[in-house]
């Protein structure tokens, strides 16, 4: 379990229910008081902070369902979150740790057991670049670089064809300037391809790739994030996760 928080399952699905989702479930953020100052918040006692999660992208390898994101307030970022579930979305865990001031965001397996995730760090302007990868469904994780002398920039797409043949876009400078890299061992390296003042297309593929078959998206009305899973009669929600994450204060 993480050191930053805990994941706080306050319902599961009773056993056997399917196409139904759980009751919300909830992702505690426990602030500390380095949480606030590194993130340069004010947030007096009197007047604490809310903080919210955000779910930003969501895949399955053949044993994990793995969603990414961060947590944050009104104002600022503290710090990703990584999770994952072997039931199809009754329980979760966090096989990562959470890492202060980044965002996670896009989700991607290639085969049964290798998957990446994109992150960056920061919270004004996007910077250090990242890939997290595993190698056993989801299990476990490292923290892969993408460049040594990436300063400033995000992860704008990226696309494994194969566990090991893979291409990334990295935008820097505001989104003014575009990177195109491309990696055949996995993400252990990446060699510049191309770079561009205008976007760059992702390169085309010789098959196009699988359907999603799950998939996540906020409830306004529910402050929940749910997520579904696509079968033989549509998109079933099967999980919702709270919005609300807890609160900051000095």
Not at 87 to 93: A, F, I, L
Not at 128 to 139: E, Q, V
């Amino acid at each position: 379990m993480s050191p930053l928080g805990l994941l706080v399952l306050l319902a599961v699905a009773p056993p056997g229910v399917q196409g139904s989702a759980a009751s919300p479930q909830q992702i505690i953020f426990n602030c500390r008081p380095e949480d606030v100052s590194g993130a340069g918040l004010d947030c007096p006692a009197q007047s604490p902070c809310p903080v919210f999660l955000e779910l930003n992208g969501i895949d399955h390898s053949a044993s994990n369902i793995v969603a990414a994101g961060d947590f944050h307030t009104e104002s600022a970022t503290l710090a990703s979150v990584l999770v994952s579930s072997t039931d199809s979305g009754k329980t979760w865990t966090e096989p990562f740790e959470r890492m202060p001031l980044t965002t996670l965001d896009h989700v991607q397996f290639a085969g049964t057991e290798h998957g990446w995730v994109s992150g960056w760090s920061g919270n004004a302007l996007p910077q250090h670049p990242f890939l997290l990868a595993t190698t056993d469904g989801g299990k476990t994780w490292r923290k892969l670089p993408i460049g040594d002398d990436i300063d400033t920039g995000s992860v704008a797409h990226f696309r494994f064809d194969s566990p090991n043949v893979g291409s990334l876009i990295v935008d820097t400078a505001g989104g003014a300037h575009h990177q195109l890299f491309q990696t055949i061992d996995g993400g252990e390296s990446w060699e510049l391809q191309r770079e561009a003042d205008r976007p760059i297309p992702m390169p085309r593929t010789s098959s196009p790739p699988p359907e999603p078959v799950w998939r996540l998206h906020a409830d306004a009305a529910a402050k929940a994030y749910v997520i579904e899973h696509h079968a033989a009669q549509g998109w079933k929600p099967v999980a919702r996760i709270l919005l609300a994450a807890g609160t900051c204060s000095e």
